[in-house]
């Protein structure tokens, strides 16, 4: 089964929010809202559906290098 991922990466501290949902349309709009209210344009937000967390690790390493 996939999961779905919303990651908000702050590129200048490096913190990172990693929220997973089973239904990615649910997925979608979280980063939509997220987007809509991110308080700086140094705020990633991204949704990525993989098989497990740490896939999305794999994939997606750069978020988590300094998590």
Known sequence: MM???VI???RLSGELSVT???DPREASDER?????NR???DVEVVTVTTDSLESLKRSHSRYFLRA
């Not at 939509?32 to 809509?36: D, I, S, V, Y």
């Open 3 to 5: 999961t779905s991922f």
């Open 8 to 10: 908000e990466y702050h």
């Open 20 to 22: 997973s949902f089973s």
């Open 32 to 36: 939509f809202r997220r987007n809509q």
């Open 39 to 41: 308080e700086s344009k």
